[in-house]
C-alpha cells in the first residue's frame, strides 16, 4: 500500500496552530518586549537623579538608613534632622541665590575671576556656619547609637547607594 491511502501510513498534523498556542505565542512575545523595555530604559536612564537640595539629600538618606538601622537609632537621627531643619533650608535657599550670582558673574564681560571666587568662598562659607551645629548634633547623637546601630552605619558608607550608570 502506498502512504497516499487514506488510514495508512503516518498520521497527518493539521499545520494550524491550535487557538491556545496562539495565545501562548502571543504572550510571550508581550513579555519580551516588556523586558526589552525595561533592560533598554535602565540601559538609557540610568538609576534616578538625586533630589534637589540638601534638605531633601538628606531625608533620602535618612529613609535608606532606616531601613538599615535599629528603629530606635534611625529615630535619634531623624530627630536631629528635624532640629536643624531651617538650616538645610536656608542652605537651599542660598544654593538658589548663588546659581543666580554665578550665571550673572559668567555671563558678564570681562570675566571677573576675583567675583568668582569671593561668591564661591562666600558659599561655603555660608554652607560651613549652617552644617556646623548640625554635625556636631550628628556627632553627638551618632555617639548615643547602640553599638550595632553603628556597626551598621559604618557597613553602609561601605556600599555605593545606587549602582553606577552603565556605560
Do not use: Y
Not at 109 to 135: I, K, T, Y
Amino acid at each position: 500500500m502506498t502512504s497516499g491511502t487514506p488510514g495508512h501510513g503516518a498520521p497527518t498534523v493539521d499545520p494550524r496552530p491550535k487557538r491556545w498556542e496562539r495565545w501562548l505565542l502571543l504572550a510571550s512575545l508581550a513579555a519580551n518586549m516588556f523586558m526589552g523595555g525595561v533592560l533598554v530604559a535602565q540601559r538609557t536612564f540610568g538609576p534616578p537623579p538625586p533630589p534637589p537640595g540638601p534638605l531633601k539629600a538628606v531625608e533620602r538618606l535618612l529613609g535608606e538608613l532606616g531601613r538599615v538601622l535599629p528603629p530606635a537609632d534611625a529615630e535619634k537621627l531623624q530627630k536631629v534632622v528635624v532640629t536643624h531643619r531651617h538650616s538645610l533650608t536656608d542652605m537651599q535657599d542660598n544654593m538658589e541665590l548663588m546659581r543666580t550670582r554665578l550665571r550673572v558673574i559668567l555671563t558678564t564681560e570681562p570675566f571677573d575671576q576675583a567675583a568668582f571666587v569671593a561668591a564661591l568662598e562666600g558659599q561655603r562659607a555660608f554652607d560651613d556656619e549652617r552644617l556646623a551645629p548640625l554635625l556636631r548634633d550628628a556627632a553627638a547623637t551618632i555617639a548615643a547609637m547602640t553599638p550595632e546601630g553603628r556597626r551598621k552605619l559604618a557597613e553602609f558608607h561601605d556600599r555605593p547607594p545606587h549602582p553606577p550608570p552603565p556605560r
